[in-house]
């Protein structure tokens, strides 16, 4: 039999780890025959709360599930982790400054980073779900300088899934035949959804769809707000569907992007597409023995290139704010 997988999970307690742990421990984030331990970290006010959902998951009885342990400290949190979903983070309030904002999770991903440095396995896979995710990410690598940059990421799948739904929708055409799609930059209202490189049944997306007012006017603004009408609707945030784009996420990475296809996920950038190099931007990516590749040789067009350039300022603007800071 395998050796169990480590998997911390940081705001376990959360409605976003509710939607998740369960299928973690089910065996969708690394496979159906991979036994994982799961590591739960919370604050300590909601360690009792961590300590509920603990137990409904025993009573799953889950074959694959090898056991649970809670923590309320990152040291022993990311001990030996394997695989850290960072959930967990600090909200924006009303009336929150930006500078405000980044500095409260600075004081969450930094030392979650230094926790991750001193203490997980060598071969730890970081995942960021917690916004604002891509500079988060950034926070905690910088705190982490013995593990490659590379192991750090964002969370754009979320953003990804929900284009390929607008995409089917419109097309009719189901969404396991829309490939190639591409959310660029931030995980924010600038990110950029991309479908001129997309598949619709084989065919060019933006051909298919042919017409440029309803990208610019309809499909982009609906992808990048969805976010604000779930909480519209739901009275609540996005969270099954958060949980389910970071099980997509983890399978992709540790089991690789199907033939055919790439996914998007937020990484460091090594200067391709013009984008800053060290920022982590989402691009087009596939994977290969457990490491996203940038897809190369994409030709991007002008309605894309300002698109992609604004999101790149942004994430640019948000990293020289916490450098200010003292937190990179
Ligand atoms: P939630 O408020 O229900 O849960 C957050 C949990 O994190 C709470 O239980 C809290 O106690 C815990 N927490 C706070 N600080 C912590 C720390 N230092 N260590 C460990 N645990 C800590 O929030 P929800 O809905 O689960 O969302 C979590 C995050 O995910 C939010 O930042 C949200 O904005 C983000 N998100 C990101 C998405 C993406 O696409 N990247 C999509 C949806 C949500």
Redesign the pocket.
Known sequence: TRTPVNVTV?????????ALLFRIASGQLLGADVPVKLRL???P??VK??EGTAMELDDCAFPLLAGIDIF?N?TD?FAGANVALL?????RTKGMERGDLLAANG??FG??GKAINDGAADDIRVL????P?NTNALIASAAAPDVPASRFT??????HNRAISQLSAKTGVSVSDIKKLTIWGN?SATQYPDIFHAEVAGKNAAEVVGDEKWLADDFIPTVAKR?AAIIEARG????A??AN?AIDHVFDWVNGTPEGDWTSAAIPSDGSYGVAEGIISSFPVTSENGEWKIVQGLEINDFSRSRIDASVAELVEERDAVKELGLL
């Open positions: 940081t705001g376990a307690a959360g409605q976003i780890g509710y970290l919370e604050i006010q909601a709360a961590a309320d990152p949190g959930v967990g983070a600090r909200p004081g969450i030392p979650q960021v779900v917690g916004n995710a964002a969370m754009t799948r979320l953003d995980h976010g609540a945030s996005s969270a569907s958060a784009a």
